[in-house]
């Protein structure tokens, strides 16, 4: 199957400071990617749809300004968290599909974000 | 809207036994796709198995198997001969070109294989 990179698994930062996560798809070209967003035990909760080429679409409550979405090619998009505080810790996963409804979503490793 | 219900937020199965994850869905697109997802403690989602609203016949992948019931718009989980490996939480989603193609997932089931 289509495999998806996400990178890095796990960070620690300082409050304050900005964290990139970065989403890869390694053997297909995803014109559009998923940001999820997952407390502990709980559900996905999607965040934005990103776009190649264009704005992401945010979901309502996510603050896009908070939340840096861009997908500059057909096979990256990346999620940074700006001046993140101890509320944004969390798992992070991102998931890219091919276009149709009937293809599986692929979901790269996620990202355990820890801020101190 | 789509929405995705999974009544079941944790079971108890004995290794080597069946069971039944429950799933039920809400929709207004004719064509659908539903998926069912593992993700162990790790995080990781791990693609299991996938049913189309134009399927006739039941998703079967290895000891997973999908009991598709369309008229009760109900997409439930058998697992066969558990094992140890199986516990772990299972996502049901649902994705239709009306959402944009987005995934909406259910609350998700955890599931424990007991020795």
């Known amino acids: ?44 909760m999607l965040m934005a749809t990103s776009n190649e080429g264009s704005k992401a679409t945010y979901e309502q409550g996510v603050e896009k300004d ?16 700006t001046s993140a505080h101890p509320e944004d810790s969390s798992f992070y996963i991102c998931s890219a ?7 599986e979503a692929f979901f790269g490793q996620g990202t355990r974000l820890t801020v101190v | 809207a789509q929405k995705i219900t999974q009544t079941q937020p944790g079971m108890f199965v004995q290794e080597k036994e069946a069971v039944t994850l429950d799933c039920t869905y809400d929709t207004s697109d004719q064509s659908y796709g539903l998926f ?3 993700q162990p403690s790790s995080g ?32 439930n989980l058998v697992i066969s001969a558990s094992q140890l490996g199986d516990s772990a939480m299972y996502f049901c989603a649902m994705r239709g070109p009306n959402t944009g193609n987005q995934f909406y997932f259910g609350t998700g089931t955890s599931l424990t294989v007991i020795p």
């Open chain 2, 36 to 38: 069912w997802y593992k």
């Open chain 1, 66 to 81: 908070k939340f840096l979405i861009n997908h500059a090619s057909l096979t990256l998009s990346t999620l940074t968290v």
């Open chain 2, 44 to 75: 990781e989602m791990i693609f299991l198995i996938y049913q189309g609203s134009y399927d006739e016949q039941n998703a079967t992948e290895g000891r997973y198997s999908l009991n598709f019931q369309k008229a009760r718009k109900s997409a």
């Open chain 1, 1 to 44: 199957g289509a495999v998806v990179s996400q990178h890095p698994s796990r960070v620690i930062c300082k409050s304050g400071t900005s964290v990139k996560i970065e989403c890869r798809s390694l053997d297909f070209q995803a014109t559009t990617m998923f940001w999820y967003r997952q407390f502990p035990k709980q559900s996905l």
């Open chain 1, 97 to 103: 599909t091919k276009t149709g409804s009937h293809s």
